[in-house]
């Protein structure tokens, strides 16, 4: 039997921030995430007819400006699981999130597409942050990268059983300073996941066991022990093939004594440092790693998104 969806008023609209995501961190494997300061802005308004998405910064060139647009179809579908529907929906992106680099775009996509479809929604009939969180998790299939753009900060999530989904929030220090290496070339996630191994060794677990609980402690407590806190044994040595100048990058990082790890999947880089004067002398790597190639990183000082998505606008 089906259920009849109620229409939303036409001209209602909506804007939302979506923050870029770090995940796994180093140690925390497909369980730690970072919000970011750069942020994807999305503005929903309902149509009389029709789906139509206008798409500015990355992906202008090639993301489907109909109802085949991810965020569309996302919006669409939320609106359908809260009994909603809209006559017709138009987006406008700006987008600033590098694609397919392990900075969340696809998360900040479902994440960004929740919150506006929620925040589109009577007020009685919207499910808030935690709504949008089990919603966008069970799409992603996991929460790692959702968990900080939908709260922000310093993010520990985890399945809790088959598409139910928990997650807690902390901040971190004020001193502890991102720095995000961004290359040119791109990598897909399934491709970074198909080199890794049925199965690891159990000291290795356990030292990254406690490299994890560590990484807590050093990002809200005491920094000075990131370099040690930072080192992985179940994923990033098994990728470097798939991105050897993102991991020659950190590697050689670390050999400094900067805390860098591999963001996400790759093949962006993240550097914790703990200072500004830390952070500026981190952003200059590149050049002397890789010299007259050092172009092809972006890098970017960052600060920490310590409250994820958020609504800026909402016209009725």
């Known amino acids: 039997m089906s259920t009849e969806l109620t229409e939303l008023a036409v001209g209602t609209s909506v804007r939302v921030n979506v923050p870029a995501t770090s995940a796994n961190l180093g140690p925390g494997y497909d369980s730690f995430g970072l919000g970011l300061d750069l942020t994807d802005t999305l503005t929903f308004t309902v149509l009389e007819s029709g789906f139509r998405a206008e798409v500015h910064g990355e992906g202008a060139s090639y993301l489907p400006k109909d109802e085949r647009h991810l965020v569309l179809a996302t919006a669409r579908d939320y609106l359908a699981e809260r009994g909603y529907t809209a006559p017709g929906l138009e987006l406008i992106a ?23 479809a929620d925040a589109l929604l009577p007020e009685h009939a919207r499910g ?22 939908v709260y922000g ?9 088959p598409e139910l989904f928990g997650a807690v929030t902390t901040q971190p220090l004020d001193s502890v300073i991102p720095v995000l290496f961004v ?12 080199v890794l191994p049925q199965s690891i060794d159990h000291a290795e677990a356990a030292e990254n066991s406690a490299r994890a609980g560590l990484l807590v402690y050093a990002l809200t407590q005491d920094p000075t022990v990131l370099l040690t806190a930072t ?20 590697a050689q990082l670390r050999a400094a004594g900067h805390a860098a790890v591999i963001s996400g999947a790759g093949p962006a880089v993240l550097c914790f440092a703990r200072s500004a004067a830390e952070a500026e002398q981190v952003a200059a790597f590149p050049e002397r790693v890789f010299g007259a190639d050092a172009g092809q990183w972006r890098v970017g000082i960052h600060g ?13």
């Open 94 to 116: 700006h987008n600033r999130i590098p694609h397919s680099r392990g900075m969340g775009s696809s998360a900040a996509a479902l994440v960004g597409a929740a919150a506006g």
């Open 153 to 161: 900060g310093l993010t520990i999530s985890w399945t809790e059983q």
């Open 183 to 194: 290359p040119s070339f791109s990598l897909a996630t399934s491709t970074a996941r198909k």
């Open 128 to 149: 808030g942050a935690d709504a949008v969180f089990q919603f966008a998790s069970k799409l992603e299939g996991h929460p790692d990268n959702v968990a900080p753009a």
């Open 304 to 316: 920490v998104s310590t409250e994820g998505v958020r609504v800026e606008e909402h016209r009725q």
């Open 231 to 250: 080192e992985d044994r179940l994923h990033q040595r098994y990728r470097a093939e798939t991105m050897p100048n993102s991991y020659g990058l950190m």
